[in-house]
């Protein structure tokens, strides 16, 4: 696994993200994989109806980035 890590870190920034997004999806078809729950769910679709309801207001990954010191 460290050998894997070790590879995976001299990738750029957006090839790890479209990886992370490969390995998503990879699990989101996963038939075998668990089910999402209703209270997750839920939330998920709260945050997108604000987000519909308050267009602009929400907070970038750019932002969130930035507050947490984290180089995109």
Known sequence: MNAILKELSQLGTYEKLQLIEELWNSIDADENAPPMSDELYDELERR????????????????????LGVKL
Request: charged letters at 25%; hydrophobic letters at 25%.
């Open 48 to 67: 997108s109806k604000w987000c519909a309801e308050h267009p602009g207001q929400g907070t970038t990954i750019q932002e969130i980035a930035r507050e």
